[in-house]
């Protein structure tokens, strides 16, 4: 049997696709410790369940396909703290910020199109692109510069008559960068001269360190008819398992597009939209503590990491992310021996092998990404294991 | 700015686009008797929102990309009164039926491919299919023959080198067809003569009347590894806004590629999962009860339907949709006008025009899809007001 092309060529995650080693190593009694997947172990604030619990109608209906009015309006108000203000028709809730990534790919872009990325990118916009046939086009940063982007020729250097946007995550993942003022301007102008769309990806928007300006794609009026606003409920409210998200766009006309898609699928889950409405009406103060425990968090691993030998990054500002050039020649082989051959006192690390992040041939198989999303206790015996892993699998190796 | 052909040229959802007209008959102050969409008002188990308040973790993670093995295991269950066999690695979890639609077309055609479906056929294989530039290319069947397909040489003739599939649903929606086995079986054999892929939706797999045999492409062994069956919670257990689907198939390697997909959206939301755990479990005696209601609804509905002037319709025989062929010239104009500019005692009713459930152009515009999930009651003063409506139009386009 002859499947398609498209999902035979597409990648699989790097962040789930060893999975099964890991559940390997728990089967013989391992405990793992996953920097891997993005699932932080914040608490989800008690009103989503509260919401959830208090839902008594009979039937458990199909919801608008544009989402709940009251869900949008929620968001509504969250973006006004921004400085962002959506109409109701500007905003479509979707399953996660993955299926707001999926159909706003689909909208902008055909079969042989092309969307710029800034390398390396959230591996899943490779993957809905090329489900989809489309082109991911990479723009390469480096871990030198903190992946911040290069200059406005060298982006414009990959720009074909096939380029439809330019889509990026800001806070990054996997990168942790947070582009200054001037990036986002820059891209904003490239957009404005080439006809291009930005797909922003700005799911990470509360986590940003070290008192830096932030700067929402939103803001940037000139170019509103050309932005698309990607965000989601899962790393902000710590609610990865509501799946979601939304696309929030000044377009109306796109987002008329956009909502045939959402009219196929018929909608997002009922429950989950009537918890989220609370989640978006959480106070500020929930930010700032839920920053401020991530800062010291990033600041452990970035200390740790600065004490292992070999180990190149810039630190990482934003997300809860950073990726890392290891000593090492095969990052996934590495990321396998210590899930498969490795543990100290029973206990080893899980990381995702940036190679899936990268389009460039080639490029980050060095790499991993860790995610800094446990408590300081757990995060200390997980920076331990990798540095011993570090120091054993290179004596292995030698 | 231009947005992509593939969105521009996909077709509005004909059982969500009239919507609008809706929700201004009721801020008007009608009353409107949704007989447009398949939302049942039979109550969901309450077993589902037990299991859901019974949640207890802090955090709402991610849940596995395939699903919670303990869903999975009870679909498992499930598929076993009908003599179908599936392993844990043989059935995918996703957002509705509506993604496994999506993810198995994905799945089986690349952009220009075609895959073929008896017409009418449930509208969004259409929307669904265009989003990823594939085309449905119709097998056209006839309200006078019951929607029954045509003959072989028929089907075949419209088979080229780019048909990779075959999909349906069965019960049909939007025609209440039940397939008989002969059917079934020439279906299966054009499949393996032509190597294609069935896709088979049976997500009314239990709302089948008058004691007819039922046939499930699960129950064809000779054809297994070309069969994907798409199913959800929506009807079966009136849990439409859980959006809980899957996909099985016994074709290993499908679904290994199919998991790629389901990886990139991370997962499906982890409560609804949960109540769904128990939807499966539901008794059989449920399905009974439930179905003798939808059998007194049909025959209600017909007898209504076949006493109106000019209306043509066989008695569908499962599913809780009817196709009626209606003595007007535009059903969507009527469906229209009876929104806008009709009403009984303040009364009026809502249906979906029929010509977007075909591909064929001209076809099905005098015809409307009826969905009986409403009570006696209201079905009765449902039908009274079409039939009044019926003569009112009549007379005004005289």
Redesign the interface.
């Known amino acids: 049997?002859?499947?398609?092309?498209?999902?035979?060529n597409?990648?699989?995650?790097p962040?789930?696709?060893l999975v099964p080693y890991a559940t390997k190593a728990k089967a013989d009694g391992k405990k793992v410790y996953h920097l891997n997947?993005g699932?932080?172990?914040?608490?989800?604030p008690q009103s989503?369940?509260d919401a959830?619990?208090n839902?008594n109608e009979?039937?458990?209906?199909?919801?608008f396909?544009q989402g709940m009015p009251e869900l949008i309006d929620a968001i509504r108000e969250y973006y006004k703290n921004y400085d962002m203000d959506f109409d109701q028709d500007e905003i479509l809730i979707t399953?996660?910020g993955?299926?707001a990534l999926?159909f706003a790919i689909?909208?902008?872009?055909?079969?042989g199109?092309e969307i710029l990325s800034p390398e390396p990118f959230y591996t899943?916009y490779n993957?809905?692109a090329s489900?989809?046939?489309v082109n991911i086009i990479p723009i390469t940063t480096k871990a030198e510069n903190g992946f911040h982007l290069p200059s406005r020729n060298e982006i414009e250097s990959v720009i074909t008559n096939k380029t439809?946007g330019i889509v990026l995550s800001n806070p990054g993942n996997p990168t942790g960068v947070v582009y200054t003022r001037e990036e986002i301007e820059m891209l904003a102008s490239i957009a404005k001269q080439h006809?291009l769309?930005i797909i922003a990806d700005e799911v990470y928007r509360e986590f940003v360190y070290d008192g830096l300006e932030y700067t929402s794609f939103g803001n940037i009026k000139e170019i509103q008819?050309?932005v698309i606003i990607v965000d989601s409920v899962s790393k902000r409210y710590?609610?990865?398992?509501?799946?979601i998200g939304s696309i929030a766009s000044k377009?109306k006309?796109?987002m008329q597009?956009?909502l045939?898609?959402c009219?196929?699928?018929?909608?997002?889950?009922?429950?989950?939209q009537i918890g989220s409405i609370e989640l978006y009406k959480t106070p500020k103060s929930y930010f700032e503590e839920v920053n401020a425990e991530y800062k010291r968090r990033r600041d452990l691993v970035y200390k740790k990491l600065c004490e292992m030998e070999g180990v190149i990054c810039k630190e990482p500002k934003g997300a809860f992310y950073v990726n890392v050039k290891l000593p090492v020649e095969n990052a996934e082989d590495f990321v396998i021996w210590m899930l498969k051959d490795f543990d100290v006192d029973g206990e080893t690390v899980m990381m995702a092998p940036s190679e899936g992040f990268y389009s460039t041939p080639g490029l980050g198989k060095d790499e991993v990404r860790i995610a800094y999303i446990l408590n300081e206790d757990d995060l200390t015996k997980a920076m331990d294991i990798l540095k011993k892993g570090l120091e054993t699998y290179r004596n292995l190796n030698k």
């Open positions: 049997m002859k499947f398609s092309n498209r999902i035979v597409m990648q699989a995650s962040i789930r696709k997947i699932q932080p172990d914040i608490k989800t989503f369940f959830v619990k839902f009979e039937v458990l209906e199909y919801s396909s399953n996660g993955s299926e999926m689909i909208a902008i872009a055909d079969a199109d899943n993957g809905f489900a989809v046939d439809r006809d769309f008819d050309r710590s609610a990865c398992g509501a799946r377009n006309e796109l597009q956009i045939k898609l009219q196929g699928r018929l909608c997002v889950p009922t429950l989950e």
